[in-house]
């Protein structure tokens, strides 16, 4: 298991980093504190993948936008509600992005689609992925944390405990997604 972790644990940050990304990051953190992972290449592999995801979408919406937009039908369904979020947020969105689960690529399209110049994005979302990912990062870590105090021996237990964190963070994921997603459609309702 150490092996596998290790040879494609960060790649697996960055992948999922670069689509939406909090439970692999959270992962890596708690594989980090049972000394699978390192913390600090979790957290350099989680900012990577996170400002290469929202840069391409950005992008994307830059060049391509409003094409894309026409053409995809899941994505302009969600044009409505991602609309209102930048116009509420305005210039602020940018650090709200990596919180909003599921409308995220959508609103950074349509970020590019606006006259927001790339420098600004640019300088805006290397600090939002920075304290994103070392925020999230640590949150993983810590929790690994709780994990390593009640278990002494962790490698002994590690077939058992491993899956079961990882269940347990996919649930606890799926409960914020559900809260917020129930906030979204609140919020879209307005």
Not at 59 to 86: D, Q, S
Not at 94 to 111: H, K, M, S, Y
Not at 144 to 163: L, R, S
């Amino acid at each position: 298991m150490e092996t596998y972790i290790a040879q494609y644990g960060y790649i697996g940050i960055s992948v999922g980093t670069f689509l939406e990304g909090e439970t692999t990051v959270l992962i890596g953190g708690i594989f980090a504190k049972l000394g699978y992972m390192n913390i600090y290449m979790v957290m350099l592999y989680a900012f990577i993948g996170t400002f290469v995801g929202d840069f391409t979408f950005f992008t994307l919406g830059k060049y391509f936008g409003k094409n894309f937009i026409e053409r995809y039908e899941f994505v302009r369904n969600k044009v409505p509600l991602a609309n209102k979020v930048i116009h509420k947020y305005g210039n602020f969105i940018i650090f709200l992005i990596r919180f909003l689960v599921g409308i995220r690529a959508v609103i950074l399209i349509l970020l590019g689609c606006t006259n927001m110049k790339m420098s600004k994005f640019v300088l805006f979302n290397i600090v939002n992925a920075m304290g994103w990912s070392i925020i999230v990062s640590m949150i993983g870590y810590l929790f690994g944390k709780v994990v390593v105090v009640f278990v002494d021996d962790i490698k002994q237990y590690e077939t058992i405990i491993i899956p079961a964190v990882l269940v347990l963070v996919v649930v606890l994921i799926l409960i914020y997604r559900y809260i917020v997603k129930r906030k979204e459609e609140a919020y879209g309702d307005e």
